[in-house]
């Protein structure tokens, strides 16, 4: 079955940036959205359409796209920013949504 | 305000089945799909499957096909979920989420614990 790698935690300063990637075979022909989770709340959603940012969501929240893999980019990371982070996307035939196993950003 | 509420938390038995609801309120449910995710303690989140409110039209993910059943009434703007054959490792938060036009999950329910126990 089609999977999305991430790697399991990055950690950051305060004011520094912070790069989350995304691998997938089917990222090249697929969107991918990212979600921020902190404990005992749902996921967010951080960003759409590869980088698209919904409304009420910082700028310094910004994703992009290059081939198999997307990254999600915090600038001047904020000690709010610390939680889990998805990446979700479709198989290549576009029926099954995949989750990423998640990033655990922790803001040092 | 959009939103999307579930119903409480479930203690069942191995072997049992559990049916959790999300009623959806500020928008017009039949216009976007509801997808159901699920999350083990501690665990990534895993995604259960769709369904279109306004045919009843469903889609699984493998992995549930034949124990997951996906239903809504419209009078009452709500979808449920329904889980079969329980074993301990069905043990995990449910949550409901809406599927926006961009493909994302716009709003998601607060979750429902479902604890598989004997």
């Known amino acids: 079955s089609y999977e999305l790698t991430q790697p399991p935690s990055v950690s950051v300063s305060p004011g520094q940036t912070a790069r989350i990637t995304c691998s997938g075979d089917a990222l090249p022909k697929q969107y991918a959205y990212w979600y921020q989770q902190k404990p005992g709340q749902a996921p967010v959603l951080v960003i759409y359409?590869?980088?698209e940012r919904p409304s009420g969501i910082p700028e310094r929240f910004s994703g992009s796209s290059s081939g198999t893999t997307v990254t999600l980019t915090i600038s001047g990371v904020q000690a709010e920013d610390e939680a889990d982070y998805y990446c979700q996307s479709a198989d290549s035939s576009g029926t099954a949504w995949v989750f990423g196993g998640g990033t655990k950003l922790t803001v040092l | 305000q959009v939103q999307l509420v579930q119903s409480g938390a479930e203690v069942k038995k191995p072997g049992a089945s559990v049916k959790v609801s999300c009623k959806a309120s500020g928008y017009t449910f039949t216009s976007y799909d509801i997808n159901w995710v699920r999350q083990a303690t501690g665990q990534g989140l895993e995604w259960m499957g769709w369904?279109?409110?306004?045919?009843?039209?469903?889609g699984y993910a493998q992995k549930f096909q034949g124990r997951v059943t996906m239903t809504r009434n419209t009078s009452i703007s709500t979808a449920y979920m329904e889980l079969s054959s329980l074993r301990s490792e069905d043990t995990a938060v449910y949550y409901c989420?809406?599927?926006?036009?961009?493909?994302?999950?716009?709003?998601w329910g607060q979750g429902t614990m479902v604890t598989v126990s004997s």
């Open positions: 369904m279109n409110p306004n045919s009843g039209n469903t």
């Open positions: 989420a809406r599927k926006e036009f961009s493909g994302a999950f716009d709003i």
């Open positions: 359409k590869d980088s």
